[in-house]
């Protein structure tokens, strides 16, 4: 099992910039694929970007590519998401999520955090 959590979102200007984080529970954080997706009002929710164990590949959606960049620190149990040019339609609830290599999808979420930005 892993509990994740969630922090740093917050209201912030068209064209400022947020970095959010998620904590991870579990001491073989490193061999898990993270992402982060998120769910704007009225609308589905969709994957903002994904990065596998180690220093492996990344992932990005178009909406994002440029503008946010997923980390993680491997040795704090840590995933970041740093998001700049943040547009209005960025506004949505972000939420953390992991998955065991080989697993076709994330079996692990946290509750989510609220980013909003106005125009």
């Known amino acids: 099992q892993v509990q994740l959590v969630e922090s740093g979102g917050g209201v912030v200007q068209a064209g400022g910039s947020l970095r959010l984080s998620c904590a991870a529970s579990?001491?073989?954080?490193?061999?898990?694929?993270m992402a982060w997706f998120r769910q704007p009002p009225g609308q589905e929710r969709e994957i903002v970007a994904a990065?596998?164990?180690?220093?492996?590949?990344?992932y990005y959606a178009d909406s994002v590519q440029g503008r946010f960049t997923i980390s993680r620190d491997d040795a704090k149990n840590t995933v970041f998401l740093q998001m700049n040019t943040l547009k209005p339609e960025d506004t949505a609830v972000y939420y953390c999520?992991?998955?065991?290599?080989?697993?076709?999808?994330?079996?692990?979420w946290g509750k989510g955090t609220l980013v909003i930005v106005s125009s």
């Open positions: 999520a992991a998955k065991r290599a080989g697993d076709a999808s994330y079996d692990y």
């Open positions: 579990r001491r073989t954080f490193s061999l898990l694929t």
């Open positions: 990065a596998s164990r180690g220093k492996g590949a990344t």
